[in-house]
């Protein structure tokens, strides 16, 4: 055994960095955060990308500050650090600087856009009345079907997929209720949201500037452990004590794990014992999406000036959102143009080699462009996250089977000892960095109180999630 401290933090994402920094702050300085990649940052990641000589960086994962504030109202912390730390960001405007397209080129059909747009505000407000009335939850599927949103057409669909990209899941996939509080809790002003604006980082440090400077201003070398690998966490009420994939043995009085949540689903870490019945149901239960940007830089630009297009194809989520990063106020100059794909579709493409996945792009391009002849790539790059052993996925998503006791569960210490944070359990901000920034904060405020007091309050757990009518069948 390596090291005897009062607290490992295990990643050093957000969450874990701000554990960290809650930790530091009510004077406990006696935790280490080990960390599989070699900096810290976790899904901010990001690349220098584009042929020699024209290189631009650009971010793999997270891109955005997502709800910034309005007035003096609630303000994103995300937001907070990103001006404490001098951050280049430069505003989206995803409603108006946007061009349609479909099979046939360029197309107007912003009134379909714009009523995907009004089915997504009735499917927010209907889910707020079964909250009130304490209706069960269902899928976004059916609560759109229901305020009578039944998209059929490639410009139908792609309208409505532009609102559950976000989600990196189809409406058939995501909860209707959570969705829509996600939704108000970051955008919505009346609902007590940050703001419907936002940041679009284009630093070139990367987006993840703003997580390792306030980093340096606390941290010091001994308190990071990077290129360190988890394999096992063995806990008990005495402690806990990780294995490093090297062998070296850690142990620490109590652990945080900010693990993704598709790291604690497919066994990439090891718990000994098992996690309890409870911990598994819930971690399982909850899903893991994936969002992913296809990066393609050109000679020169020959696309929209708008900052977005979305492209309909018959296919439902067949490459339909392009972004231009060529644009004053952007990375103008760089001939970069990159397309999202979601859910399944990333995980189709993660499945193909990079030379077939160009080939489609430029198909679309082409299609999208019918009087341009789209030249080569000058370069090419995705990221594979469902594929990654250190996160399987880009974020998490609320299915409607997840019922709030699951989520009471998924946040749960096991044992005294065990704690967990990170996006996923956020029952507010589920998906995003502030959701991941504020679990940090809760859980190292909590487990600084443990070690000072060397007693702590468990954080509730039901044993046996239950229907409150049983099945008669
Ligand atoms: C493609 C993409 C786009 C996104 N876009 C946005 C956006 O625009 N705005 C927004 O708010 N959010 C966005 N998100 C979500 C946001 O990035 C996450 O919610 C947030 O970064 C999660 O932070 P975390 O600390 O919970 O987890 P992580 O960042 O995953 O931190 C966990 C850390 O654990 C490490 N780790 C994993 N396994 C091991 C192991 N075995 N041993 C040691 N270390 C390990 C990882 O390397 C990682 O550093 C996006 C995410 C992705 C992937």
Redesign the pocket.
Known sequence: TKDHKSVLI???????VIAARSLHQHGIDDFLI????DEL????RSKEFGADGRQATIE???????GTQEGNGPVNP?LILAQKHGLKAAKSDYYNSIMTYDETGLVDYMDIFKDAQDAYTNLTIAAGVRVQKRKVDCTARTGYSLVGAKPKTPQEMAAEYYIDWEYAQTPEQTSWIASSWANNFTYDVDQGGFSDGNLLSIDQRGFKHFIQAEAQTFLSPKQISLN????TIAHSGDGVEVTLANGTRISGRYAIS???LG?LQND??LFEPPLPAWKQEAIHSMTMGT???IFLQFEEKFWFDTQFALYADRERGRYPVWQGLDLKNFLPGSGIVFATVTGDYSQRIEAMTDAEVQAELIDVLQTMFPNTTIPTPTAFFFPR?FSD???RG??SNWPSGFVSPHHTNLRANVGNRLWF???AMSIKYF??????YL??LDIGTIIAKCVREHECKSLPVIKDVSNATPFVV
Request: hydrophobic share 40%; no cysteine; glycine share 20%.
């Open positions: 295990l990643g050093g994402g957000v969450a874990g080990i960390e599989a990649r940052g976790g899904r901010l793999l994962g997270a891109n955005w500050v997502q995300i360190s690998t988890v394999r900010t693990f993704s790291v990439d870490v969002y992913t940007k996250w052993p250190l996160y880009s974020y944070a990170g996006e998906g995003f960095l502030h959701g991941a679990e940090g």
